[in-house]
């Protein structure tokens, strides 16, 4: 269906960018209250992965961070943490299962 009345079709423009904006500063937001209540760095955050995520005992297992550099696979690959403190496994409240829901399995 093409839409050629030119205010119509500008209204749908300006709708679709500001559905997808929303969506965007929903998801930072989501991103930045996960890491204040885990204290996990952006790169950690960004390499989570389902099977890291313990539903049933309420606990993530940090392994690795996101290395920003261009290679083989594209812009940006899974790494291994700073140091070997950082390995660890994190207690997630109630809340922070709710975040990770959206952020992961809802994308």
Partial sequence: MKIRDPAKRSALKIFFYFNRTKK???Y???AIELQSLTGLRIGELLAIKVNNIDFENKT???NG???WAKSDEGFGSKETT???????VIN?????I???NKL???K
Wanted: with cysteine.
């Fill in 98 to 100: 709710e975040i990770i």
């Fill in 24 to 26: 965007f500063y929903l």
């Fill in 65 to 67: 961070t996101m290395f």
């Fill in 82 to 88: 700073k140091t070997n403190k950082s390995y660890r």
């Fill in 104 to 106: 992961v399995l809802e």
């Fill in 28 to 30: 930072t937001a989501l």
């Fill in 92 to 96: 997630l409240t109630t809340r922070c």
């Fill in 60 to 62: 993530l297992s940090v």
